[in-house]
C-alpha cells in the first residue's frame, strides 16, 4: 500500500523559508494527484495545496497564496512544499495527502504522519 513520509519542517522566524518534503512508496507517484493540509492545536485540518498526477496544475488556499509553491518530481516519487515569507499563523502539523485532485479532505485516501512548522514571532 502507498505510504507517504514527510520531512524538513521546524522553527523559523517569521519572514523566513522551509521546504517540505514527502516521500511515496509503494505505488509510483504519478498515480495519483498530491498536496497538503496542515492542523494547528484546537482547529480543524484545512487544505494548503495541491499537485496533479503530471504537476502541470496546481492550486492552492487564498492564505498561502502567493507565497508557498508545490511541486513534483514523479521520477523521485516525491512532492515538495516551498514555504516563503512564513507567518506566525503558518504554524501548524502539515500532511501529506495522495488521491483525487480537490481542495476537501475527503477525496484524499492516503496520509504521511505529518511535520512540524512553527514560526516564530
Known amino acids: 500500500q502507498v505510504q507517504l513520509v514527510e520531512s524538513g519542517g521546524g522553527l523559523v522566524q517569521a519572514g523566513g523559508s522551509l521546504r517540505l518534503s514527502c516521500a511515496a512508496s509503494g505505488r509510483t507517484a504519478s498515480s495519483y494527484a498530491m498536496g497538503w493540509f496542515r492542523q494547528a492545536p484546537g482547529k480543524e485540518r484545512e487544505f494548503v495545496a495541491v499537485?496533479?498526477?503530471?504537476?502541470?496544475?496546481?492550486t492552492y488556499s487564498d492564505s498561502v497564496k502567493g507565497r508557498f509553491t508545490i511541486s513534483r518530481d514523479n521520477a523521485k516519487n516525491t512532492v515538495y512544499l516551498q514555504m516563503n515569507s512564513l507567518k506566525p499563523e503558518d504554524t501548524a502539523v502539515y500532511f501529506c495527502?495522495?488521491?483525487?485532485?480537490?481542495?476537501?479532505?475527503?477525496?484524499?485516501?492516503?496520509w504521511g504522519q505529518g511535520t512540524q512548522v512553527t514560526v516564530s514571532s
Open positions: 499537485i496533479d498526477r503530471s504537476g502541470g496544475i496546481t
Open positions: 495527502v495522495g488521491g483525487l485532485f480537490a481542495t476537501t479532505l475527503s477525496h484524499y485516501n492516503y
